[in-house]
């Protein structure tokens, strides 16, 4: 990670940032990423991103607390310790719902919270890769990444485009 | 793509709706000739009559609410709804039979409560005689419920409680143990507790009054809000803005009571010995998803004809989002009532539930649950799912036919019992109130400008995007 080495704009306002992502990427340049210090709407879309897939696990970990709790009740109720409660049958699923609901919901929201710190790099401790600190602030960064083969005049063009589209500066960084 | 938001309401659409109108009508009749009783009429037009007026009324709460949330997004979609809140004053009217035929005797909905004679304890022998003699046929079918069980349980404790066989027994057999007191009169063996103690808030007079009230208010404010609307379009000053914001927090006053009471009167009354608080919100969620259903499928068909060029997916989302999340609540509700009987297991409070899962109701009663939860949830879980106009088509005209179903398995177990049918009759019926619903609301659609352009919040609405 040490030598990553990033070219990037600097904007100072969403409405330019948007409309320079759109003239950036039908140049056929590759962005990396944009840094906001807030959400934009319709970035995402001016981007090409695709959408997250966080709420498909999201299903997945809530599926997965539906039968967890399901399978771990039957067994308690009907198997491990069965108690007559007020003469109801030992297999009372209305009962069971309101644990399932629960567990699902448990299973669903720390499923995604800890998948959602996973695919971010998010964790106690973790230094955050900041391109500039003003992009908390105040200014919109737009980034590309470079590697060793990335030719002089390959970054002169980047350099044009991002000048063109309004960066208000442009710098070169190794993060 | 004319880019017009002049809806022209052609008459090849007047004649569709009239049509549905007509072969509805022609239904009813048919089912009628073919030997459906008139109990079963009344509790069919009680059910439309109730769906359609609640979608209308719904409409108004739609606004009133989006208005007071301030929200911006909704101005893209409100003349539909606001339009369709018009159809208020014709379920007015349709109720106002209702509430005639209670004073008039035309159907016997609320004549469960609507009995004196259950309401004294003490009557003379030759009151009782009448009364067996008059209500023979009653007494034997499905009126003769639970109640005498009930009652007999409270007063005497002499008559052995054999429940839910009353069937077996004749009403007149328990005579033998009436005694008569100094007066003359013996203990009404048809007295009902439950329905006496009631009485100062079920009665025919204050049922009456309420009823008209609920009414008067629900189709004044739509008359005023409307008014507004249509103001606002010419003049364009935020004058209007605020008077509609001052009757939405009114209406929304209104609604919090008469939502619950509606609900009470109209339908939870049908059956007088059960009772459940939560029955006003369950009635209400019914009643909005339908509405926003009805919503959705309008404004698709607008969209789909070329109208509302600025009415884009987003909008749709919010609204598929608002059928999901309800969805998710109507179960919530169903649920939450379900389960508090289920585990309390008082035989006055379960019975609501034997009547329909242990009963020919048995099919409607699961399907109701998987088409209304499962049905929309599995469906309009996906995002792409809440902005494709093709599912959300369907989902929607699923669900306004489900909780058609839902008022079905509330209304039909005490008014027809286990004589129930889906037939010419209901398909009828239910032709016929949408055909007039649809008619007179498209053609408040095209009094005025499907988009309201000079509403202060229109600019927000077309930016709206999430």
């Excluded at chain 1, 306002?13 to 962005?31: F, H, S, Y």
């Excluded at chain 2, 030997?35 to 069919?44: E, L, P, Q, T």
């Excluded at chain 2, 699961?366 to 469906?379: D, G, R, S, W």
Aim: aromatic share 14%.
């Amino acid at each position: 990670m040490a030598n990553k080495k990033i070219i990037y704009g600097l904007y100072d306002d969403e409405v330019i940032l948007i409309d320079a992502v759109k003239k950036v990427r039908a140049e056929g340049l590759k962005i990396h990423d944009c840094y906001t210090p807030f959400p934009v709407h319709g970035l995402d879309d001016a981007m090409g991103l695709r959408m997250t897939r966080l709420h498909s696990a999201g299903f997945i970990f809530g599926a997965t607390g539906t039968l967890t709790a399901l399978t771990f009740i039957l067994w308690v109720t009907t198997n491990n310790y069965p108690i007559n409660y007020g003469g109801k049958p030992y297999l009372s699923l209305p009962a069971w719902i309101p644990i399932t609901f629960e567990l699902t919901v448990l299973f669903a929201s720390v499923g995604m919270f800890l998948t959602y710190l996973y695919l971010n790099r998010l964790a106690p401790g973790v230094k955050a890769e900041i391109v500039d600190e003003r992009t908390t602030s105040h200014l919109f960064a737009m980034t590309f990444e470079l590697d060793e083969h990335t030719s002089d005049s390959k970054k002169e063009e980047i350099r044009k485009v991002l000048a063109a589209s309004g960066a208000v500066e442009i710098h070169e960084k190794e993060l | 793509m004319n880019g017009s938001n002049k809806f022209e309401y052609n008459s090849k659409l007047k004649t569709r709706f009239l049509g549905l109108l007509i072969v509805g009508i022609v239904l009813t009749v048919v089912g009628m000739a073919t030997g459906a009783s008139m109990d079963r009429f009344w509790s069919n037009y009680l059910l439309d009559t109730i769906l359609f007026l609640g979608i209308s009324v719904l409409a108004i709460f739609f606004l009133t609410a989006h208005q007071i949330a301030m929200s911006g997004w909704h101005i893209m979609v409100k003349r539909v709804p606001e339009a369709m809140s018009q159809f208020s004053k014709v379920g007015a009217i349709f109720m106002l039979v209702i509430i005639v035929g209670l004073w008039a005797g035309y159907h016997n909905l609320y004549a469960h409560w609507d009995n004196p004679f259950v309401k004294e304890k003490m009557v003379t022998l030759e009151e009782l005689e009448h009364y067996e003699t008059e209500h023979a046929d009653h007494l034997g079918g499905h009126e003769k419920d639970y109640s005498r069980v009930w009652q007999e349980f409270q007063y005497d404790g002499k008559a052995e409680v054999e429940e839910h066989h009353a069937d077996e027994h004749h009403a007149t057999d328990h005579k033998v143990e009436l005694v008569a007191n100094d007066q003359g009169e013996v203990v009404n063996p048809h007295y009902d507790r439950l329905i006496a103690d009631k009485h100062g808030y079920l009665n025919k007079t204050f049922w009456t009054i309420r009823s008209i009230a609920y009414l008067l208010l629900w189709v004044g404010v739509a008359i005023t809000l409307r008014k507004f609307s249509l103001k606002e379009d010419l003049e364009g000053t935020t004058k209007w803005f605020l008077r509609t914001k001052f009757w939405s927090a009114i209406f929304l006053i209104i609604w919090a009571v008469t939502s619950s009471t509606m609900a009470w009167d109209w339908v939870m009354s049908l059956d007088p010995h059960w009772y459940s608080t939560l029955f006003g919100w369950y009635n209400f969620v019914s009643l909005w998803i339908a509405c926003l259903c009805t919503i959705v499928l309008i404004l698709i068909y607008l969209k789909r004809n070329g109208y509302l060029a600025e009415l884009n997916e987003n909008h749709l989302h919010d609204l598929g989002k608002y059928i999901f999340g309800f969805s998710v609540f109507w179960t919530y509700l169903w649920f939450s009532q379900f389960m508090l009987y289920w585990y309390g297991n008082i035989p006055e409070e379960t019975r609501w539930w034997l009547d329909r899962a242990r009963t020919n109701y048995k099919g409607i009663f699961y399907a109701n649950l998987i088409i209304n939860f499962l049905f929309p949830f599995l469906t309009l879980l996906r995002r792409d799912a809440k902005r494709n106009l093709n599912v959300l088509t369907i989902v929607a005209s699923v669900l306004i036919l489900s909780h058609w179903l839902d008022f079905f398995l509330m209304i039909m177990p005490p008014t027809v019992g286990d004589h129930w049918g889906i037939g010419f009759l209901e398909v009828g019926l239910f032709m016929t109130f949408a055909g007039l619903f649809l008619y007179l609301v498209f053609g408040e659609l095209a009094k005025a400008s499907l988009v309201p352009e000079k509403h202060p919040l229109y600019r927000e609405s077309l930016d709206h995007h999430i």
